[in-house]
């Protein structure tokens, strides 16, 4: 089989019920993902192109984005690249720019570029103001800028947030901050309180005594403020053709983990790329996947 031919194998795993005998995909299907040099979004891309997708690889640093994509050629994996730094607006801007002039449509985002600062055991705030501008207002703003870009039809437009299961609510302890994600009329005007209230007790140096996620803080409020973000969109967009979700691929041998984890970024991408890739009856929206097993999933 070549590799840029779909794998007749893709959806045969048994148990689950992910299993589709319909492709709805081909090489007019565009997807987008972002920080996708090395680490899940660079496995995410190579399984995406595997099946047979367009793909558009971004990256930050121009370099780095072009090596990746050569490593792909070489394996008879052509891509596209663009330079995308999702915590600079401007960009953004030339990104999408860019975008529109070269593809009439976008029918998948995976909003994937994320950082830590952090060491696996420790838990510093010194760079609260980077994570979130990249975790969340990044993928908020890109998403933005691309949501009047989707197709919509007929197969369903998806956006897939890379998460984390340290954004979930239970890791929140202070009850009048935990509230603020709780309110069933979630707006994006509450989510952005909710991160400057974050970034104010950084300010202030008050952080630790406000009952804020105990684990990778700045990170996990980040991941917190993402996944309130997905259920607000995936609300928004309820039965207009676009389907929003997160995923947390659970502790990934990367970059981000100095290279610990249960899995490869391989193995966590290719349940990324079967979700991403669920046929329209099946696909749901306002979910949270978590780990390798994706029936594992919560409501936020
Ligand atoms: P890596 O550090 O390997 O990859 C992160 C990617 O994001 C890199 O390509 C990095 O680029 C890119 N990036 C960082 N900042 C920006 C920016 N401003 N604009 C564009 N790209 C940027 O980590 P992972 O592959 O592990 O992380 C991918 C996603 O998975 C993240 O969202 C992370 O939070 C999430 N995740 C990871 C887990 C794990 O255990 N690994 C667990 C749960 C979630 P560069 O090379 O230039 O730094």
Redesign the pocket.
């Known amino acids: 089989m070549k590799s840029q031919e779909p794998d007749p194998n893709y959806f045969s795993s048994s148990s689950s019920s992910l299993v589709s005998s319909t492709k709805w995909w081909s090489k007019e299907t565009i997807a987008i993902v972002?920080?996708?040099?090395?680490?899940?979004?660079?496995?995410l891309v190579k399984r995406l192109a595997e099946l047979g997708l367009t793909v558009i690889l971004?990256?930050?640093?121009v370099e780095?984005?072009q090596r990746?994509v050569e490593s792909l050629s070489e394996k008879g994996l052509p891509v596209n690249f663009f330079q995308?730094?999702?915590?600079?607006p401007s960009?953004i801007e030339a990104f999408v720019s860019w975008f529109k002039s070269n593809f009439a449509a976008l029918d998948i985002l995976v909003?994937?570029?994320?950082?830590?600062f952090n060491d696996i055991y420790k838990n510093t705030v010194e760079h609260a103001e980077?994570v979130i501008?990249?975790?969340f207002y990044?993928a908020k703003l890109l998403t933005e800028s691309l949501l009047p870009l989707f197709r919509r039809s007929p197969s369903k437009s998806r956006i897939l947030?890379?998460?984390?299961?340290?954004g979930t609510l239970s890791k929140v302890r202070n009850p009048n901050i935990k509230s603020i994600l709780e309110d069933e009329e979630l707006s994006e005007e509450q989510i952005e309180r909710f991160v400057g209230l974050f970034l104010q007790s950084v300010k202030d140096g008050t952080w630790k005594s406000q009952g804020w996620p105990e684990i990778w803080t700045d990170?996990a409020v980040?991941?917190l403020a993402l996944n309130a973000y997905t259920m607000v969109l995936a609300k928004r967009y309820e039965g207009e053709g676009i389907s929003v979700n997160s995923y947390?691929?659970?502790?990934?041998?990367?970059?981000?983990?100095q290279g610990?984890?249960s899995h490869t970024?391989d193995e966590?991408a290719g349940v990324g790329a079967r979700l991403l890739l669920l046929h329209p009856q099946q696909l749901p929206t306002a979910k949270f996947y978590i780990g390798l097993d994706p029936f594992v999933k919560s409501n936020l």
């Open positions: 972002t920080g996708a040099n090395k680490g899940i979004g660079f496995a971004t990256a930050r640093d780095r984005g990746a995308l730094d999702v915590s600079d960009s909003n994937n570029a994320g950082v830590s980077t501008r990249t975790n990044g947030n890379i998460s984390s299961r340290l990170y980040s991941k947390c691929p659970g502790f990934t041998q990367t970059s981000m983990t610990q984890g970024a966590a």
